[in-house]
């Protein structure tokens, strides 16, 4: 059983520039949701999607995007990026919306803006 | 913005004593989990405990969920160096249960 992969684990970007984070869910898991983490804080939902449908999203703009695919993997996308996008982001996966069972997440994306 | 806060935010014990985490929170809710996570790196869950469960057990943690007063504590019992890492609660609130809303984390320094 694999668990949750993130790619990049690091990636340094210039502000105004787009980004594509990816994830693929652990095996059997039909949900994925992103997370972004600041330094010294706590994950902050961005969004959820279940069965390749948005499912919830959090007080986040326009410009943070997504897809879910039809393996279950999924990306984030970021447009027009701002410094204080800098952050941690984190994938995280389970069957059926985790309330059950929790979350599997990845080790995350280090994502610096400059 | 952040559902609950940790306390301490900051805790450094001996190894073989014991570990204790509070959490608040402020809306109802379906479901809280406890995570760990290791220098900035991934999340690994630890345990969930329902809205309508008191306490629960794992191998050396034990969760209890105080719901009219919106609290809950993890105890980590017989403390490893390994356990020395940043704790967080996050909770599935009614209505948006799949959503997690974390708290801002207690960081535990377990020493030789």
């Known amino acids: 059983e694999t668990g949750v992969t993130q790619s990049p684990t690091h990636l340094i970007k210039t502000r105004g520039q787009q980004v594509t984070l990816r994830c693929s869910s652990q095996s059997g898991h039909n949900t994925v949701s992103w997370y972004q983490q600041a330094l010294g804080q706590g994950p902050q939902f961005i969004f959820q999607?279940?069965?390749?449908?948005?499912?919830g999203r959090g007080n986040f703009p326009p410009r943070f995007s997504g897809l879910q695919f039809p393996n279950y993997s999924s990306e984030l996308n970021v447009n027009a990026l701002e410094l204080d996008d800098s952050a941690l982001y984190l994938c995280?996966?389970?069957?059926?919306?985790?309330?059950?069972?929790?979350?599997?997440f990845g080790s995350g994306t280090r994502l610096t803006v400059v | 913005s952040q559902q609950g806060e940790e306390d301490p935010q900051a805790l450094s014990i001996q190894e073989g004593e014991n570990a204790t985490m509070n959490c608040s929170y402020k809306?109802?809710?379906?479901?809280l989990q406890w995570y760990r996570q290791n220098s900035g790196r991934g999340l690994v869950h630890l345990i969930l405990?329902?809205?309508?469960?008191r306490e629960k057990h794992s191998g050396r943690l034990r969760v209890t969920l105080d719901t009219s007063k919106k609290s809950s504590s993890l105890l980590i019992t017989a403390s490893r160096a390994a356990d020395t890492a940043s704790y967080f609660c996050?909770?599935?609130?009614?209505?948006?249960?799949?959503?997690?809303?974390f708290g801002t984390g207690t960081r535990l320094q377990v020493t030789l």
């Open positions: 809306t109802s809710i379906n479901n």
């Open positions: 405990i329902r809205s309508n469960e």
């Open positions: 999607y279940y069965r390749e449908e948005e499912n």
């Open positions: 995280a996966s389970s069957l059926e919306w985790g309330t059950r069972t929790g979350y599997t």
């Open positions: 996050a909770t599935g609130n009614t209505g948006t249960a799949s959503k997690l809303t």
